[in-house]
C-alpha cells in the first residue's frame, strides 16, 4: 500500500534509536532485535497467521514507545485484520498512512463505514455480520453451510482456523470493491461475487444479484481459501487455490466434486475441442483479471479437473499432503510430483488427458439463471419484487433458445396459454422439448407449468426433475417441484426441494412457507421456528399469520401461488 516493508524498517531503526534501552542490553542490539520482530510480523501477516502476529506484536510494543509511527501502523494493520476496525482507522492515522485511493488507511475505512451499523449473530466457529433488513434471512441458515465446511474440512484437510472466523455481506459490487481491492469493472466482468482476504470471507447478498445465486456454496468456496491460506502459509498459486475451493466447495452438504454444472462442463468441453484452454500462469494473480466471465468460468474448471485428479490418483489425503508439502516452501510443481510420484510435465499430460474422458455435452448448454450472476448496476440494492402470477404470458423469457423451431413452438405455447387453451399450450411445449431436451429452464418450466394446468402431475414432475439434471440448483424448478410434492404429501421432497431453492433465492416466501408446512408435517421445530422468524422478516407480518399462509398455499392450484400479502377473500365472500 502507502508504505513498503524497507521504507518501514528505515523508519524503525530511526525512531528506535531515539530510544535508550533501560538495561544493560546495548542500543544496536535493541535495534536488531526490534527490526527482527517486525521482519516476522510481516511473515507471520503474509502467512496469514494472525495469532502469531499478534503474540509478536505483544512483543514488539515491548520494545518502543507506544507512539512510534511503524509500530502504530502494525497495530493497525493487526487490528483490521482482527475486525476492530475503529482501533485500526485510529492506529493507521496516527502511523501518517495518507488517505487516498489504495492505501491502507482507505480501504479500512471504507469497510469500517460499510460494516458498522451491520448486524452479528456467532456460532462454534463463524461471526457472521450482515446489513439490516432482508439479510437478516441469510443469517437463519448461513451457519448451516458454514460448520458443515468447517468439520468437513477439518476432516480431509487436518486443519481449523483458530478463533472464529469473519464472514461480512456487503450490498453491492461497489462495496464488494471498496472492502477487497478489486476493481469494480473485474467484478462485474467476471460476475465475482465473494473474496477471502485479510483474514475474512466478503460475499455480496443475493439481493444484489438479479437472478441469486449459489450463496451457501459461495460461502464454504471462500471458506476454503481461507483454510488453504492458513493451512500452507499462503504459499498456494491462484490456479491451486481455486482448483481446491471449487473441487472442495461441496464439502458442506455431501462429497468433493459436487459442484461441476452440466453447463460448465459443455464449455469446458468447447475449449478443449478448440484449444482455447487458459494457461495456468493466465490465472495469476485472480480468476476476476480473467477477461470475461467464460474465461473465468473454464479457468475453475480446468483446475477443478486438476485437483479432481490428485485427489482421485494420488492416494489417501492427497490434498492433505498437497498443502503440507506447501507449507514447506515446496513450489507448487514440486509438491504435485511429490503428492502424485508424477514429474510435472507428466502430471500435466496426465491431467489433460483426464479432461479428455470427462462426458462434455455435445453443445453449449445455456447457464442456469443463478449461474449467470447478473449483478445490479449502480451499486443499488436490488428491491425484492411482488412475485409475477405465473399465468402471466412471457415471450422474452424464450430469447435465449437458440433453435428457431422450438422457440417458435415456445412462442405458440404461450400465445395458447394466454387465450386458456391449455391443452394446445401443452403440445406445443411438448413439441419444442421435443426438438431441445431439457437444455433451457425457461422451456422445461413454462411446460410443467401448463401440465399442473390440465392436472398431469406426474408428467409434470418428470419435467421438472429432468430440468433440474441439466440445470442443478435452479430456484424455479425446486419452488415448482415443491409445489407438487405438497400436493402428494410427501413432505420430504418438499423440504428438500425447498432448502434446495434457498440456497439459490432466500428472499422468495413462498420457499419459506413451504418449509414450513414441510416441517409441521415432519414435526421438525427447529426448521419450523427458522422458517417462520423469515417470513416475519420478510413479509413484515405477525408469527400468527404464518399458519394462514401456509393454508392458503395448501389450497392453492399450484399455479398462480400468491403469499405475499394478507390473505384475500374468497371470490363468493359477501
Given at each position: 500500500m502507502t508504505r513498503a516493508p524497507?521504507?518501514?524498517?528505515?523508519l524503525t531503526a530511526r525512531a528506535f534509536a531515539q530510544a535508550e534501552p533501560t538495561g544493560d542490553e546495548p542500543l544496536t542490539q535493541l535495534k536488531g532485535e526490534a527490526k527482527a520482530r517486525i521482519q516476522n510480523l510481516e511473515q507471520y501477516l503474509e502467512d496469514w497467521n494472525l495469532p502469531a502476529a499478534k503474540l509478536e506484536l505483544a512483543e514488539l510494543e515491548k520494545l518502543a514507545p507506544a507512539d512510534i509511527e511503524p509500530l502504530r501502523y502494525f497495530k493497525g494493520r493487526v487490528a483490521f485484520e482482527s475486525g476492530d476496525y475503529e482501533t485500526a482507522v485510529t492506529e493507521l492515522k496516527g502511523s501518517g498512512v495518507r488517505d487516498r485511493p489504495g492505501s491502507w488507511l482507505r480501504l479500512v475505512t471504507d469497510t469500517r463505514d460499510i460494516v458498522k451499523n451491520h448486524e452479528r449473530v456467532e456460532s462454534e466457529h463463524f461471526i457472521f455480520q450482515y446489513p439490516k433488513g432482508k439479510d437478516a434471512v441469510l443469517a437463519l441458515w448461513a451457519m448451516d453451510a458454514l460448520e458443515g465446511i468447517h468439520a468437513a474440512l477439518e476432516k480431509d484437510l487436518g486443519f481449523a482456523p483458530v478463533g472464529k472466523v469473519r464472514v461480512e455481506i456487503v450490498s453491492s459490487a461497489a462495496e464488494l470493491s471498496k472492502v477487497s481491492t478489486l476493481t469494480k469493472e473485474a467484478i462485474r466482468t467476471t460476475g465475482t461475487i465473494a473474496i477471502c482476504k485479510f483474514n475474512k470471507l466478503m460475499v455480496t447478498s443475493p439481493l444484489a444479484v438479479l437472478k441469486g445465486y449459489d450463496w451457501l456454496d459461495t460461502l464454504a468456496h471462500e471458506y476454503v481459501h481461507l483454510v488453504v491460506s492458513q493451512k500452507s502459509r499462503n504459499t498456494v498459486p491462484i490456479w491451486m487455490h481455486e482448483g481446491l475451493a471449487k473441487y472442495l466447495e461441496s464439502r458442506w452438504r455431501g462429497p468433493a466434486g459436487g459442484a461441476m454444472t452440466p453447463s460448465t462442463l459443455a464449455l469446458l468441453g468447447s475449449r478443449v475441442r478448440s484449444n482455447t484452454l487458459v494457461p495456468f500462469?493466465?490465472?495469476?494473480?485472480?480468476?476476476a483479471l480473467l477477461p470475461t466471465a467464460e474465461d473465468a468460468a473454464t479457468a475453475f474448471a480446468e483446475v477443478f479437473f486438476a485437483i479432481h485428479l490428485i485427489d482421485t490418483e494420488a492416494g489417501p489425503r492427497a490434498l492433505d499432503r498437497l498443502l503440507t508439502e506447501m507449507a514447506k516452501g515446496t513450489s507448487d510443481k514440486l509438491a504435485v510430483e511429490h503428492v502424485t510420484k508424477k514429474k510435472w510435465p507428466e502430471f500435466e499430460r496426465a491431467w489433460?488427458?483426464?479432461?479428455?474422458?470427462?462426458?462434455?455435452?455435445?453443445?453449449?448448454?445455456?447457464?442456469s439463471a443463478h449461474e449467470k450472476k447478473q449483478l445490479v448496476e449502480a451499486g443499488a440494492e436490488k428491491k425484492p419484487e411482488k412475485k409475477k402470477n405465473e399465468r402471466d404470458v412471457s415471450f422474452g423469457d424464450f430469447a435465449e433458445v437458440k433453435e428457431t423451431p422450438a422457440r417458435k413452438l415456445a412462442h405458440l405455447g404461450e400465445l395458447m396459454r394466454e387465450r386458456k387453451r391449455m391443452a394446445a399450450a401443452a403440445e406445443h411445449y411438448e413439441r419444442a422439448v421435443t426438438i431441445v431436451g431439457d437444455r433451457y429452464e425457461s422451456v422445461s418450466n413454462k411446460y410443467a407449468l401448463t401440465l399442473l394446468e390440465l392436472k398431469r402431475y406426474e408428467l409434470a414432475e418428470k419435467v421438472l426433475r429432468g430440468s433440474l439434471v441439466m440445470h442443478p440448483g435452479s430456484a424455479t424448478t425446486n419452488t415448482h417441484l415443491a409445489r407438487i410434492a405438497m400436493r402428494a404429501r410427501k413432505f420430504d421432497v418438499v423440504k428438500t426441494a425447498s432448502l434446495d431453492a434457498l440456497a439459490v433465492n432466500p428472499f422468495d416466501p413462498e420457499v419459506h412457507v413451504s418449509l414450513y408446512f414441510a416441517a409441521k408435517a415432519l414435526d421438525d421445530e427447529g426448521l419450523k421456528k427458522r422458517a417462520v422468524a423469515a417470513l416475519v422478516t420478510l413479509l413484515e407480518i405477525d408469527e400468527a399469520k404464518v399458519a394462514e399462509l401456509a393454508k392458503r398455499l395448501e389450497q392453492s392450484d399450484l399455479v398462480n401461488v400468491d403469499v405475499s400479502g394478507p390473505p384475500k377473500a374468497s371470490p363468493d365472500a359477501g
Open positions: 524497507l521504507l518501514l524498517l528505515l500462469e493466465k490465472m495469476h494473480p485472480s480468476m489433460m488427458a483426464h479432461l479428455k474422458k470427462q462426458p462434455f455435452p455435445a453443445e453449449l448448454i445455456p447457464p
